[in-house]
């Protein structure tokens, strides 16, 4: 059995491809932090299946709302204290709120590469109309999810992998065949 692939967090690079996330996202009304650390993950993953390696290195975690980058709760009390951004929790409908990352400042462009800037770019795009539900769902499709359990690392190496629509028999055979 081979060992899973790992990288090393660049956690200065998380925080600027999260600013930089932020400022594409500033007019998206569905974009709050859950639907930023989706993004992340996509751009991780599509990086990785592009260009042999994630932009930040970070190892995402099964959580039950979809992917979740691991230390996520600290770096973003990081970039708070540096006042890098603030949190701004928006109460939303049936008691839920919505919190949003707010830069206080420009993502530092030296730390992202023009092929890092074009993954970014292009997960904002292709998320556009999905709301965080939306993008929990979509991402509940991921092999890499559905492959593993609460709290485990999704492997890098089932990038892109989407699982298959289950068949009629396998639907009526119920539970064992599909997940």
């Known amino acids: 059995m081979t060992a899973p692939i790992t990288f090393e967090q660049d956690v200065d690079k998380l925080i600027e491809a999260a ?4 400022e594409l996202s500033t007019d998206d009304p569905e974009f709050g932090v859950s639907k930023l650390t989706k993004l992340l993950f996509y751009a991780d993953f599509d990086s ?21 980058p ?5 770096v973003r009390q990081q970039m708070e204290i540096n006042e890098d951004a603030s949190v701004l929790y928006e109460p939303m409908v049936a008691g839920c709120h919505q919190y949003r990352l707010l830069p206080k400042r420009t993502a530092d462009m030296e730390r992202l590469s023009p092929e890092n800037v074009e993954v970014l770019q292009a997960q904002v795009e292709r998320f556009a109309g999905f ?5 929990e769902a979509y991402s509940h499709q991921e092999f890499g999810w559905l492959s593993t359990e609460d709290g485990e690392p999704i492997p890098y190496a089932l990038a892109g992998v989407i ?5 009629a028999r396998e639907i009526q055979a119920g539970p064992p065949l599909i997940r």
């Open 70 to 74: 691991e230390n996520w709760h600290r």
């Open 163 to 167: 699982s298959p629509r289950p068949t």
């Open 19 to 22: 600013i930089y996330l932020c």
């Open 131 to 135: 709301n965080a539900a939306g993008l």
């Open 48 to 68: 990785y299946l592009a260009h042999g390696e994630p932009i930040t290195g970070t190892t995402y975690l099964h959580f039950p709302h979809g992917p979740h």
